[in-house]
C-alpha cells in the first residue's frame, strides 16, 4: 500500500506492473538526462559575456537538435508499444470475478462454479483496529489465487466507478450497462490496496478495493466457507418468513 | 524498522531519479561520470580552450549515461525474461511430469 509523502509506485505484485515499473524507469533515466543538458544550457546562457545578434547557418547543430530528439522518441516508443500491447494479453483466465460499482461500495461475484457474491464496504474510521488502514480497509476481501491468471469483469450499477489497484497494475472504469475486461496475476500473496478512480459522488474516497492473494488451498477453503455462509443465511431467513 | 526505512531511502538525484533502488541507475551515472571527465580532459589537452571543454564534458555525460543505461537495461531486460522462462518451466516440469504432457518424456513409437 501506499506510505505517507510517497512519491514513486507502489512495489509491485504482478508481472505487468513490473514492466510497467522498468518502463517508467526508463523513461525517467531520459527525462533526467534532458533536464540536466537544459539546466546547464540555462547556466551557460545566463553567465555567459558573449553576444552576437547574428548567428546564422549553423547546419551541424540543426542537424543534431532534429536528429537526437527524433532518436530518444524512439528509445522511448519502442518499450512503451511493448508494454502497451502486453498490457491487453489475456491469457486463458483460470477465474472470472464480475466487480460492480454502486453508491458506495464494490460488490463481488464468483459465478464461475458456484453462485457466489458478496458486497464490500469500507470499514468506517471509528471502527477500525489497531493496525488497519484508514479509508483503505473494506469489510469483505476480493480474495483471488496467487500466481493465476484472473479475469475481472468491471461494470457499476449506477454511476461511473472505476476499479483500480496500483500494486497489481490495473484500472478499468466501470460503466452502467457495459462489461469492462481487465485482467492480472498476483505473483506473490499478500493484501493490495486501491480506491474508486472515477468520481461517483458524496462518497467516492470512501469505497476502497481490497484484493487479497493466497494459495490455492487457501482460496478454495475461503470460498467453501463464504458459500456455506451464504447458504446458513437463506436458511435463516427462511425460517423466519415460515415463522411469519 | 527505522534501518530499513533509511536503507530504502535511497539518493534522488535532481530530486527525481531514485540511484540506489532503480537498478542500473548507480553504474550508469557512474559510467556518465567518467566518460565526461574522459572526454572533458581529451578536449582540454587537445584544444586549451575551457569553456567548450566543459561543454564537451557535459555531451560526454551525457552520452556515456544514455550508452550505459541502455546497455544494462537490455542486459537486464533479458536476464528477466530467461529468469521468467526458467520459473515457468521449473513449475510445468512440476506439474506435468510422468504425464503425457511432459515434454521430456521419450514417445513410443508402438503407442
Redesign the interface.
Known sequence: MAHPSQL?FQDAAS?VMEELL?FH??A??????I???VL?IIV?MVSTKLTNKYILDSQEIEIVWTVLPAVILV?IALPSLRILYLMDEINDPHLTIKAMGHQWYWSYEYTDYEDLGFDSYMIPTKDLTPGQFRLLEADFRMVVPMESPIRVLVSAEDVLHSWAVPSLGVKMDGVPGRLNQTAFIASRPGVFYGQCSEICGANHSFMPIVVEAVPLEHFEFWSSVLLEMATMEEVTLMMDEDMC | MKEESDKRKGMKFLGILDIQNTPCARESILNGAGGSVVAGLVHFLATSRVKRSFDVGVAGFMLSTLGSWLYCRYDNAKLRVQQKVIQDGIKNKVIYEGTTLDPTRKTRGDA
Do not use: E, K, N, R
Open positions: 514513486g508481472p522498468h524507469d526508463h525517467l533515466m531520459i527525462v533526467f538526462l533536464s540536466t543538458l546547464y551557460a528509445l
